[in-house]
């Protein structure tokens, strides 16, 4: 293990955040400089401490994983994000690749994994826990066959776009950052996107695309 590696832990669960405090404070060489409960607290947080490695959960409120990695990234590109998370679908590592992330693995990944992961992206590299890379190698395999709008022509480009950023797992008010939109906006895209999939839900119009993209 790299020696002081200072790490910052963002998750929305207390008790999580606690677990791996512990962990990590076990290892020589490494320590927890802070915490962060969402992704709006990660900025703040990041920006204030400037740690070696962010261990990033993705599903949180306000703000999600996703689009902390990617202004973290923006704004500190020598801060690596560590992914551990429990969403192990294609898109959401996708999306977190996509964004910046250094390294993915899911919650219940072993000590040993989680501190060779660390040490990892601190020394440059990146690494995934093997049913991520798995799944990551599948994606990439058929990504460049996949366009929304040739599997949905009835979507209008900016639709499309949105559907794209659905899968990333984005909150509307993310989405509304991401393209510069009002959020009234972006719901309407939303609700358009819905209508024309003819389904109820954003889980599956996200499940629709999935399947889309890999038929």
Do not use: W
């Not at 401490?49 to 994983?65: A, C, F, I, T, Y």
């Not at 393209?179 to 309407?188: C, G, Q």
Request: avoid cysteine; charge should be negative.
């Amino acid at each position: 293990m790299a020696e002081g590696v200072r790490v910052l832990i963002v998750d929305d669960h207390e008790p999580f955040r606690e677990g791996l405090r512990a962990l990590l404070s076990s290892a020589p060489g490494i320590e927890v400089v802070g915490e962060a409960a969402d992704g709006e607290e990660a900025l703040r947080r990041t920006a204030e401490l400037q740690p070696d490695v962010v261990m990033m959960d993705l599903n949180m409120p306000r703000m999600g994983g996703i689009e902390a990695t990617r202004r973290i990234r923006e704004t500190s590109p020598h801060v690596n994000v560590l992914v551990l998370s429990m969403a192990e679908d294609d898109d959401a590592v996708f999306a977190a690749v996509q964004v910046g992330a250094r390294g993915y693995l899911l919650k219940g990944a072993l000590r040993t994994e989680i501190l060779r992961a660390v040490d990892a992206v601190v020394g440059g590299e990146a690494i995934f826990g093997a049913a991520i890379a798995n799944r990551l190698a599948r994606y990439f395999e058929g990504r460049h066959e996949y366009d929304p709008r040739r599997s949905f022509p009835e979507l209008t480009a900016r639709e499309a776009e949105v559907l794209g950023l659905l899968g990333e797992h984005l909150t509307n008010a993310e989405i509304a950052r991401r393209l510069d939109l009002s959020p009234k906006t972006v719901r309407n895209h939303v609700s358009n996107v819905l209508t024309k999939l003819q389904v109820a839900s954003r889980t599956e119009a996200i499940v629709r695309a999935r399947e889309a993209r890999h038929t």
